[in-house]
């Protein structure tokens, strides 16, 4: 049957398999049933989307349900069409979340939530009769205080405290973030469980082809947490040493235009290229071209152009902050710089050009089979209520 709500949106196709009795959930059923929640999901606009839809291919033991805005006609994705996301994304959904929950766990007969929360993410914020698992992949304490600019969004946290307070068990992708859940949030660590984020090695890996002589590779967006505006300051500072340095620039954003005035007031069109949006398919050519990629952030829920790179083979000139330092802590896949410092980071990247060095294999924590198994796990341990 089709399930509508005049007032809250409309979801996909479901069956009614559940019923509400004196404030319980009576099911009849054949095994445990998750709904995923999540802004965003595929095709993905960022991390939280790559996180989800990996969840969705390849966590198939799991009977999961998939609820988001994005538009797409994949299997066990029920899209929310509620109007408020168009005008406050992440926060709409949060907000479709509170007055629709209750029916979703009855009508889809789930066991369980998955909410994925933070910047991007989902807020929960009532207590429900059902476990939930809030997967964190980064926060707002990080967001408004490490980005001087979004101070303002210090008045989510209250939001964000409840939601991880409330969770019978909470995700986390880096232990940078735990560190934040734990001592500013103040979250029992008990509660907490680090699963990074995976690259799948089948689609990221060393090609036999050489790598291009001084080619630098930036990818992702291209906006103010992501520091392009400092990688392309310490362009002149590259170029110095070595004048046919290249830097491609791969993606959009809200600080494109702005770049590209940027290498023009600098002079630097003969050492800068914007690629635009690179698809997926194109991803592991790329990084196998560059002699090193750079993840120049102000921080990061958790750095997957870094393990993607390293999956490639590639070395990573990166910035030291969250979600990008435990992965660089070993020296073999890379070099940490300061946030801020272009002298530094522009040292690093020449470094990087005149002395190539072999990549080991990425560390198991990064791989697939470990991303599924752990998530498996903890979606399996969290007792469903009776």
């Given at each position: 049957?089709?399930?509508?709500?005049?007032?809250?949106?409309?979801?996909?196709?479901?069956?009614?398999?559940?019923?509400?009795?004196?404030?319980?959930?009576?099911?009849?059923?054949q095994?445990?049933?998750?709904g995923?929640?999540?802004?965003?999901?595929?095709?993905?606009?960022?991390?939280?989307?790559?996180?989800?839809?990996?969840?969705?291919?390849?966590?198939?033991?799991?009977?999961?349900?998939?609820?988001?805005?994005?538009?797409?006609?994949?299997?066990?994705h029920?899209?929310?069409?509620?109007?408020?996301?168009?005008?406050?994304?992440?926060?709409?959904?949060?907000?479709?979340?509170?007055?629709?929950?209750?029916?979703?766990i009855?009508?889809?007969?789930?066991?369980?939530?998955?909410?994925?929360?933070?910047?991007?993410?989902?807020?929960?914020?009532?207590?429900?009769?059902?476990?939930v698992?809030?997967?964190?992949?980064?926060?707002?304490?990080?967001?408004?205080?490490?980005?001087?600019?979004q101070f303002?969004?210090?008045?989510?946290?209250?939001?964000?405290?409840?939601?991880?307070?409330?969770?019978?068990?909470?995700?986390?992708?880096s232990?940078?973030?735990?560190?934040i859940?734990?001592?500013?949030y103040?979250?029992?660590?008990?509660?907490?469980?680090?699963?990074?984020?995976a690259?799948?090695?089948?689609?990221?890996?060393?090609?036999?082809?050489?790598?291009?002589?001084?080619?630098?590779?930036?990818?992702?967006?291209?906006?103010?947490?992501?520091?392009?505006?400092?990688?392309?300051?310490?362009?002149?500072?590259?170029?110095q040493?070595?004048?046919?340095?290249?830097?491609?620039?791969?993606?959009?954003?809200?600080?494109?235009?702005?770049?590209?005035?940027?290498?023009?007031?600098?002079?630097?069109?003969?050492?800068?290229?914007?690629?635009?949006?690179?698809?997926?398919?194109?991803?592991?050519?790329l990084?196998?071209?560059?002699?090193?990629?750079?993840?120049?952030?102000?921080?990061?829920?958790?750095?997957?152009?870094?393990?993607?790179?390293?999956?490639?083979?590639?070395?990573?000139?990166?910035?030291?902050?969250?979600?990008?330092?435990?992965?660089?802590?070993?020296?073999?896949?890379?070099?940490?710089?300061?946030?801020?410092?272009?002298s530094?980071l522009?040292?690093?990247i020449?470094?990087?050009?005149?002395?190539?060095?072999?990549?080991?294999?990425?560390?198991?924590?990064?791989?697939?089979?470990?991303?599924?198994?752990?998530?498996?796990?903890?979606?399996?341990?969290?007792?469903?209520?009776?």
């Amino acid at each position: 049957m089709m399930i509508w709500n005049t007032s809250f949106g409309r979801l996909g196709h479901g069956n009614r398999r559940g019923e509400h009795r004196r404030g319980k959930y009576y099911y009849r059923r054949q095994g445990i049933k998750i709904g995923v929640i999540t802004y965003d999901f595929f095709p993905f606009i960022g991390g939280i989307g790559r996180h989800t839809s990996l969840m969705f291919s390849e966590l198939k033991r799991l009977d999961m349900l998939f609820f988001s805005p994005a538009c797409n006609s994949l299997p066990r994705h029920i899209r929310i069409n509620f109007w408020v996301i168009r005008l406050f994304k992440q926060v709409g959904v949060s907000i479709w979340l509170f007055f629709n929950v209750y029916r979703i766990i009855s009508e889809y007969h789930l066991d369980k939530l998955n909410v994925h929360s933070g910047p991007g993410g989902v807020f929960l914020i009532q207590r429900l009769p059902i476990p939930v698992i809030v997967t964190c992949h980064h926060t707002y304490w990080q967001q408004s205080t490490y980005i001087k600019s979004q101070f303002w969004k210090r008045i989510f946290l209250p939001f964000e405290k409840r939601t991880y307070r409330l969770a019978s068990k909470i995700v986390c992708v880096s232990a940078d973030t735990k560190r934040i859940l734990v001592e500013r949030y103040h979250v029992p660590e008990e509660k907490i469980r680090i699963i990074h984020n995976a690259v799948d090695t089948n689609k990221f890996y060393p090609l036999r082809k050489r790598q291009k002589q001084n080619i630098i590779l930036y990818i992702g967006r291209i906006d103010k947490r992501k520091g392009v505006e400092l990688l392309i300051r310490s362009m002149p500072f590259v170029r110095q040493q070595i004048t046919d340095a290249l830097l491609l620039v791969g993606g959009k954003g809200s600080s494109l235009e702005k770049m590209k005035a940027l290498v023009s007031r600098l002079n630097l069109e003969r050492n800068v290229t914007f690629l635009g949006f690179v698809p997926d398919e194109q991803l592991n050519s790329l990084y196998n071209q560059a002699q090193c990629v750079v993840v120049p952030s102000i921080f990061e829920g958790f750095g997957l152009t870094v393990i993607e790179a390293l999956a490639a083979g590639t070395r990573v000139v990166g910035t030291e902050v969250d979600g990008i330092r435990e992965i660089l802590k070993n020296e073999d896949y890379g070099v940490l710089v300061k946030y801020g410092d272009c002298s530094a980071l522009a040292g690093a990247i020449i470094s990087e050009l005149k002395n190539q060095k072999r990549v080991p294999p990425i560390s198991p924590e990064y791989q697939l089979s470990r991303f599924i198994s752990l998530y498996q796990q903890v979606l399996d341990e969290t007792a469903v209520i009776t």
